[in-house]
T-cell receptor
Framework: KNEVEQSPQNLTAQEGEFITINCSYS?????LHWLQQHPGGGIVSLFM???GKKKHGRLIATINIQEKHSSLHITASHPRDSAVYIC??????????FGTGTRLQVTL | EAGVAQSPRYKIIEKRQSVAFWCNPI?????LYWYQQILGQGPKLLIQ????????DSQLPKDRFSAERLKGVDSTLKIQPAKLEDSAVYLC???????????????FGAGSRLTVL
């Protein structure tokens, strides 16, 4: 079992839909990161969380430390949101562990 | 603020040849990571440096891969000899060091795409 599990692996949505991507982890962490990777592109950090909730534009990230679970929400989705979304956790000694990613496709 | 610089962006070599990738992290970032990302998969950590020391290289195939960060700034990742399965994007990332209890935002380079024929 991976230390960081994401669901779903693949997600197709229509423009305007509300999207949720989930991440569960099994190790102690100091922070959780949500990353975005467009096809053929580099990786961009969207959020770093250690508690609570953060919002940036149409993106919202939440984390529940007790349940070892985080969610990334996209409101009013748009085709330009199509990308792979990766959850990663920072453990001891800043060791970073990645989830396998969620491939999102938003259609018109 | 300048980002994480990586070069070359693309490299095509034949198997058994050698290749080297270079990464210059954001100024002041003590932690530097090298990742291997095979097409369709998530990034896999190869090595993590804290300044010029190695924090984690447990997944680095040491028979063919080596990495160094001699002055605690830029870093080089070398593969010798390359195999077909080494075809991947090699990503460099850096972050500030916040001690054992903290974490910082990661900044990734654009990656170096290696094709081994």
């Amino acid at each position: 079992k991976n230390e960081v599990e994401q669901s779903p692996q693949n997600l197709t949505a229509q423009e305007g839909e509300f999207i949720t991507i989930n991440c569960s982890y099994s190790v102690g962490i100091s922070a959780l990161h949500w990353l975005q990777q467009h096809p053929g592109g580099g990786i961009v950090s969207l959020f770093m969380l250690s508690s609570g909730k953060k919002k940036h534009g149409r993106l919202i990230a939440t984390i529940n430390i007790q349940e070892k679970h985080s969610s990334l929400h996209i409101t009013a989705s748009h085709p330009r949101d199509s990308a792979v979304y990766i959850c990663a956790v920072t453990g001891t000694a800043s060791k970073l562990t990645f989830g396998t990613g969620t491939r999102l496709q938003v259609t018109l | 603020e300048a980002g994480v610089a990586q070069s070359p962006r693309y490299k095509i070599i034949e198997k058994r040849q050698s290749v080297a990738f270079w990464c210059n992290p954001i100024s002041g970032h003590a932690t530097l990571y090298w990742y291997q990302q095979i097409l369709g998969q998530g990034p896999k950590l190869l090595i993590q440096f804290q300044n010029n020391g190695v924090v984690d290289d447990s997944q680095l195939p040491k028979d063919r891969f080596s990495a160094e960060r001699l002055k605690g700034v830029d870093s080089t990742l070398k593969i010798q000899p390359a195999k077909l399965e080494d075809s991947a994007v090699y990503l460099c990332a850096s972050s500030l060091w916040a001690g054992t209890s903290g974490a910082n935002v990661l900044t990734f380079g654009a990656g170096s795409r290696l094709t081994v024929l």
